[in-house]
């Protein structure tokens, strides 16, 4: 089991900045990928970004591509999502969510998710 903790969320203006944080404890992550998601009012749940967390390696949806970065801190066990520039759009609950096996986008392909974080962008 991996049990995953959102943190960093709240409001900001648009053309702000936000970090999110995901503390993740259960389990070595080595072989894991560590996803961010985010769900929109009366929206499905979808993909945003995601890590390996051995090579670091990172993919994006294409509209956070530019302003979205993903990291990990290997020693403390937590990924970040930095966010700038944000839109009114960018208004939803984060979630982090993490799999035994490489990158992927599809919300089925991940096993662990946390609470979520939610992210208000006021334009």
């Known amino acids: 089991q991996v049990q995953l903790a959102e943190s960093g969320g709240g409001s900001v203006q648009a053309g702000g900045s936000l970090r999110l944080s995901c503390s993740a404890s259960?389990?070595?992550?080595?072989?894991?990928?560590m996803g961010w998601f985010r769900q929109a009012p009366g929206k499905e749940r979808v993909f945003v970004g995601a890590?390996?967390?051995?090579?670091?390696?990172?993919i994006y949806e294409e509209s956070v591509n530019t302003r979205f970065t993903i990291s990990r801190d290997v020693a403390k066990n937590t990924m970040y999502l930095q966010m700038k520039n944000l839109i009114a759009e960018d208004t939803a609950i984060y979630y982090c969510?993490?799999?035994?096996?490489?990158?992927?986008?599809?919300?089925?392909?991940?096993?662990?998710w946390g609470q979520g974080t939610p992210v208000t962008v006021s334009s």
């Open positions: 890590i390996s967390w051995h090579g670091g390696h990172t």
């Open positions: 969510a993490a799999r035994n096996g490489g990158l992927q986008k599809g919300t089925g392909a991940y096993d662990y």
């Open positions: 259960g389990r070595t992550l080595s072989s894991y990928t």
